[in-house]
């Protein structure tokens, strides 16, 4: 027994350093727009949004944007898709994700800024500090518990952003993505 637990560990910090690799890798950066990327992102779960959820995007302007327009689309659907799969259950009343579109200025440095917000159950604080981590899920039925790791990690290691999360039990969960503008 203690030599498949010793295995599967080393299983799992095998995926953790090939998920951190792919992450970082070289992808390919083209000329597009945030606005259009958050459509294909949304697009992609128009059939499963017939759950009486409704997601509205509010962006003011078009957000040109010099970038690997793959691994945002991925990072976009892994965050939908984590609400689709967990944000709502068993909460009958109107379900919405709010995606929101804007620029914003940290250390002297020009971001884009996508804030993803839901009504949903929240996340509790026993688990708000693990989402990012590689595994962690609060249902295993449902997921492995590699999206949000997926997301963070090329935020953070390949876009060379940012990513934070707010959430409060009962009222819903507020994801934040700052993408550096440069390079565009």
Aim: aromatic residues 8%.
């Amino acid at each position: 027994m203690q030599s498949s637990q010793k295995s599967l560990n080393t299983a799992r910090k095998s995926i953790i350093i090939t998920l951190k690799k792919v992450s970082i890798s070289k992808h390919t950066n083209q000329k597009t727009s945030l606005n259009e990327i958050i459509y294909v992102a949304c697009n992609i779960f128009h059939w499963k949004l017939v759950k009486n959820i409704k997601i509205n995007i509010e962006a003011p302007e078009k957000y040109p944007l010099h970038c690997d327009q793959n691994l945002l689309i991925q990072c976009f659907s892994n965050l939908i898709l984590n609400v689709l799969s967990y944000a709502f259950l068993g909460r009958d009343e109107e379900r919405n994700i709010d995606i929101l579109l804007s620029k914003t200025i940290k250390n002297e440095e020009a971001f884009y800024q996508v804030v993803f917000k839901d009504n949903s159950i929240g996340i509790s604080k026993d688990n708000i500090d693990k989402i990012f981590d590689p595994f962690h899920t609060s249902n295993r039925q449902i997921g492995a518990g590699l999206g949000l790791s997926i997301v963070y990690n090329a935020m953070k290691f390949s876009l060379h952003g940012d990513i934070s999360v707010q959430s409060q039990l009962g009222e819903g969960t507020r994801f934040t993505l700052d993408i550096p503008i440069k390079g565009r």
